[in-house]
């Protein structure tokens, strides 16, 4: 079946040591996003990119970056993470007719900052 | 800031009720969405509904949208215990962005 696949689907790493969380899919939809969402709240937008082109939302601290090798995969690092970071982390695609259209998300990764 | 803001934060039904969640909004927008997430999990499409829409049906749901009002809202009836989950209104902006209010937690008693 055609899904959004996040590994690991629990992250657990300690204060400033630096993680990767990582996203793929098989749906061929050229747009790939990052949400964050703590703990009853709402998700929030961290990045997203349409192809290649990378799209950061004004408000994403710099400690977070995004990396997208190929149409498939797309991951989030954070460089230093604190314990405000602790949160899920939600990928999401779209199709390529354009921005306006569902979004597909995966399970999720949990993480966790010690 | 929050585009999509939903009304009740939490909801306690029994089974076999309706359930009614509200939405609203602050600016202009493409489409509005609503999303499902059960507890720890990624969120699940539920429904689309454009702009130039005032009402959109899919099974057990049903979504209307008011622009004049910016308010949205999702009615499931004949609730099931599956159904417990959170509901989350995502209105899409001018920019194509989906803003998530914090959305409602739906608990349908057995």
């Known amino acids: 079946d055609a899904m959004v696949i996040q590994n690991p689907r629990y992250q657990v790493t300690q204060f400033g040591k630096p993680v990767t969380l990582s996203c793929s899919q098989t749906?061929?939809?050229?747009?790939m996003y990052w949400y964050q969402q703590k703990s009853s709240q709402a998700p929030k937008l961290l990045f997203h990119y349409y192809d290649k082109d990378f799209n950061n939302e004004a408000d994403t601290p710099d400690n977070f970056q995004s990396r997208r090798p190929n149409t498939s995969f797309c991951f989030l690092d954070i460089r230093s993470p604190g314990l405000g970071d602790a949160a899920m982390y939600l990928c999401?695609?779209?199709?390529?007719?354009?921005?306006?259209?569902?979004?597909?998300f995966g399970p999720g990764t949990r993480l966790t900052v010690l | 800031s929050q585009q999509g803001e939903e009304d009740p934060q939490a909801l306690s039904i029994q089974e076999g009720e309706n359930a009614t969640m509200n939405c609203s909004y602050k600016t202009s927008i493409n489409n509005l969405q609503w999303y499902r997430q059960n507890s720890g999990r990624g969120l699940v499409h539920l429904i689309l509904?454009?702009?130039?829409?005032r009402e959109k049906h899919s099974g057990r749901l049903r979504v209307t949208l008011d622009t004049s009002k910016k308010s949205s809202s999702l009615l499931i009836t004949a609730s099931r215990a599956a159904d417990t989950a959170s509901y989350f209104c995502a209105p899409m902006d001018s920019s194509y962005k989906l803003i998530f209010g914090s959305g409602t937690r739906l608990l349908v008693r057995p």
């Open positions: 509904i454009r702009s130039n829409e």
């Open positions: 749906l061929n939809h050229n747009v």
């Open positions: 999401a695609t779209s199709s390529n007719t354009g921005l306006g259209d569902t979004q597909y």
